[in-house]
């Protein structure tokens, strides 16, 4: 079950992003590094104020979307009742998650596909390396330590 549990969450996830890209990678610049946002406000694609509003609107609703599916999995399908029992859940979601859109997303998908190529930046580097990869994942993976406990509170508080 909980297989199953971590492909819907990983799907959600790909899911968001998809829905953030709707019409154009241009769409979601504020996935990319600085010097490529750089660049392509530079060349017109984009400026950063809507850049930037586009991130802000993005990021809540993928935070509030990525949370209610997190305490629904585990309060709601799993049951889960106690804290212990709610923090490891979460705590495997979380990092299974934080793999996959290391390896899965920015290795991958946006890797090895020609949507990410923005126009007049296609020799810009984007991708990142595998040291990036690790370096932002170890970090998150600790941040998911105290994510994990306060999902695990709100589900012992809601159910």
């Keep these: 079950m909980i297989i199953l549990q971590l492909l819907i969450y990983c799907l959600l996830f790909t899911a968001m992003v998809k829905i953030a890209v709707i019409g154009g990678a241009v769409n979601g610049l504020y996935f990319y590094p600085k010097t490529v946002q750089d660049q392509a406000i530079e060349l017109g694609l984009i400026d950063r104020n809507t850049m ?8 809540i609703s993928f935070y509030i ?6 305490v629904l ?31 899965v997303i920015d290795r991958l998908w946006v890797g090895h596909s020609r949507f990410w190529v923005l126009p007049g930046l296609e020799d810009a580097p984007f991708v990142q390396t595998w040291r990036q990869v690790l370096k932002r994942r170890s970090i998150l993976a600790l ?13 012992v508080l809601i159910f």
């Excluded at 930037?52 to 990021?59: D, L, V």
């Design 52 to 59: 930037n509003r586009k991130r802000k609107r993005f990021m």
């Design 65 to 70: 979307v990525m949370l209610a599916a997190l």
């Design 73 to 103: 999995i585990i309060g709601m399908w799993n049951r889960a009742s106690i804290f212990g029992e709610a923090y490891w859940q979460a705590l495997l979601l979380l990092e299974v998650m934080n793999v996959y859109d290391g390896v």
């Design 143 to 155: 941040i998911w330590v105290v994510g994990a406990a306060i999902v695990g509170g709100i589900v």
